[in-house]
């Protein structure tokens, strides 16, 4: 045997033949095909009734999506991709009607919160704040319940789910070590289910919460609706919270969590600073800045200073030579795969939007679903119902607002339906609806560290979307009318 064809723990290296088999078999392989054959299939044969732009742009747009969900290529150049066919292909007379979406604000506001996210990262404010968790948690009970307030609080100050994730999960580690819990113990189970599922959500409340919140309130201020961050807080913060609490609760009744064990020897003071304060000077200049951008966001929606100042400032502030929290390394680090694909999001809406394309499959969608012959209640239920549907394949929420968003709120208008009551219970639906681990990167991270199952994410799953419902049912007949 040819030693060259063993590995250096001495198992067989696989052959070519195989090699080439599990890259036909592999799901990038199958998705880029899928995706070529949309978009030349799209570009090329015509279809009665349709307008030749309409159809090119739509060829585009689910070649994008395609990439997008099967990931055969980085995100970035998936993004790229899609915006120069809308020029290659003719659909837009310019680059800079195809790149459009990229001048939006919302590129340059998410840039800014991403870099206030690694700010606090920076300095270890999270870990610090975490950690206070540990230091008091005494039981596994309350650790369960002070875990669940420090993911809510946080997500008001943190805009990113997969941070608060990777910050909270060595705290859960560590408490499940400290009070001896084996491997199939609830404590672990209840508390990375709260993690994986109700911490995206939490992002909602606010509309600098997360990528979610940030994309969707672009979507509807675009579409003509008025949205202030302020009126926004105000819509979604007591929805989301009645979701968060009522779920968390149900979770410790299905994993009842056991009171008895008692933490070890852990004390407070092993989680102060070395100065012996809770807080350094670098992280009190991050909860400063935060604190004082959140005020402007505030102070913001009642003056109709712009949204992305704020952060703005709170960034040069950061990066000024006698502070140097933020440096030109933190910019190399960012999400930059993020911060292209809603480029491209919002490019593809904006041209599909111009042309017509997003009004032709509203016609189309009330041609096959009278959604019009139908009262209000029962065509928002029916509308929600296909989203839900929609939401399934898709393994970002974003990108399903994104595709579902410009069109419910067309249908909205069409229908004479509140659009912005209905695009606020569309995001809650989309963010409430994790069935798989795959749905949402937090839920996916947490069932690959824990032992938390695909049947304890699609329990939970279920719950958190018939709370969502029922919440969404209270705010459009009772709260939302009253809140001006």
């Excluded at 007379?93 to 206030?116: C, I, K, P, T, Y």
């Excluded at 404590?187 to 994986?196: C, K, N, T, Y």
């Excluded at 913060?237 to 009645?242: D, H, K, L, Q």
């Excluded at 994410?457 to 919440?471: D, K």
Aim: glycine residues 6%; proline residues 6%.
């Amino acid at each position: 045997m040819d030693t060259r064809a063993e590995l250096m723990d001495g198992t067989q290296r696989p052959s070519r033949l195989v090699r080439v088999r599990r890259r036909l078999v592999s799901p990038h392989i199958w998705g880029l095909l899928l995706a070529l054959i949309v978009l030349a299939v799209g570009s090329v044969a015509p279809v009665p009734g349709v307008r030749t732009d309409v159809q090119r742009v739509l060829a585009v747009f689910l070649f994008s999506v395609v990439l997008w969900l099967a990931k055969p290529v980085p995100l970035t150049i998936a993004s790229v991709t899609s915006v120069c066919l809308l020029f290659l292909t003719g659909i837009t007379d310019s680059f800079a009607e195809a790149a459009a979406g990229f001048a939006s604000r919302l590129v340059f506001f998410l840039f800014l919160l991403l870099l206030l996210g690694s700010a606090i990262s920076n300095v270890g404010l999270a870990d610090r704040l975490a950690g206070q968790l540990v230091a008091t948690a005494s039981t596994p009970r309350r650790s369960y319940w002070l875990l669940s307030a420090n993911i809510l609080t946080l997500a008001f100050v943190m805009p990113s789910g997969i941070a608060r994730t990777v910050t909270f999960l060595p705290i859960v580690e560590r408490l499940s070590d400290r009070f001896d819990c084996s491997t199939d113990s609830n404590f672990p189970r209840a508390s990375l289910l709260v993690l994986g599922q109700l911490n995206p959500i939490a992002s909602l409340a606010l509309m600098t919460g997360g990528g979610m919140a940030i994309l969707s309130s672009e979507i509807i201020r675009a579409s003509g609706e008025p949205i202030t961050w302020l009126g926004w807080a105000v819509h979604m913060t007591p929805p989301i919270v009645a979701v968060y609490i009522l779920t968390t609760l149900t979770i410790e009744r299905l994993y009842p969590v056991d009171d008895n064990a008692r933490s070890g020897p852990e004390t407070v003071s092993e989680e102060t600073n070395s100065q012996g304060e809770f807080l350094n000077h670098q992280q009190r200049v991050v909860a400063g800045l935060l604190v004082l951008t959140i005020l402007g966001w505030v102070v913001g929606s009642l003056t109709g200073v712009p949204t992305i100042l704020p952060p703005l400032l709170a960034v040069l502030v950061l990066a000024l030579p006698g502070v140097k929290i933020l440096s030109s390394e933190d910019v190399k680090q960012l999400n930059w795969g993020i911060l292209f694909l809603f480029g491209a999001m919002l490019s593809l809406i904006s041209v599909m939007r111009d042309i017509g394309a997003i009004a032709f499959v509203v016609d189309q969608l009330l041609a096959v679903v009278p959604i019009g012959t139908y009262s209000i209640p029962i065509a928002v239920a029916v509308l929600l119902t296909i989203i839900l549907t929609l939401r399934v394949f898709f393994s970002t929420a974003s990108a399903c607002l994104a595709i579902v968003l410009p069109i419910v709120l067309s249908l909205a208008s069409a229908l004479g339906i509140d659009g912005r009551y209905l695009a606020l219970s569309v995001v809650i639906v989309v963010g409430s609806a994790t069935l798989l681990p795959f749905h949402m990167p937090p839920a996916l991270i947490v069932t690959e560290r824990g032992p938390v199952t695909n049947r304890d994410v699609f329990v939970v799953g279920v719950i958190t979307l018939a709370y969502a419902v029922a919440v969404i049912a209270l705010s459009w007949t009772v709260y939302w009318p009253l809140v001006p």
